[in-house]
């Protein structure tokens, strides 16, 4: 029987992303492959945590990350600017994505989705 191809996408803030990675790292130990998605702020944050963890599923969890389309880091810092590019950018992305991911390799079965993404 083929493993789960599950898609997980979190808040893009280390409260969100942090959990979210510890319920990947469980579901790894249960045989299902792991695709994790961050905006491309936030994507060093995510790889850093998975770099940090005491066991080894850095090759097993794949990191992937959509594009914010936040021009410079000046604009990163301004209020509401993360919030937008996440309602505005990150589901168009997100699904193009899955559509690329769907016809190149195992397709996803499941999607986890930080409830606050909506």
Not at 48 to 74: F, M, N, W, Y
């Amino acid at each position: 029987m083929e493993t789960p191809h599950i898609l997980v996408i979190p808040y893009p803030a280390l409260g969100h992303v942090i959990p979210l990675m510890e319920l990947s790292s469980c579901l790894l130990k249960h045989g299902f492959q792991i695709t994790f998605v961050n905006m491309e702020f936030n994507h060093q944050n995510a790889m850093d945590i998975l770099a940090q963890k005491e066991e080894d599923v850095g090759d097993r969890i794949r990191l992937v990350s959509v594009p914010d389309e936040i021009g410079s880091t000046k604009e990163r810092k301004q209020p509401g600017k993360i919030s937008e590019a996440i309602l505005q950018t990150m589901p168009g992305k997100v699904e193009e994505l899955v559509e690329d991911i769907n016809e190149s390799e195992r397709k996803i079965k499941c999607l986890i989705a930080d409830q606050i993404l909506g």
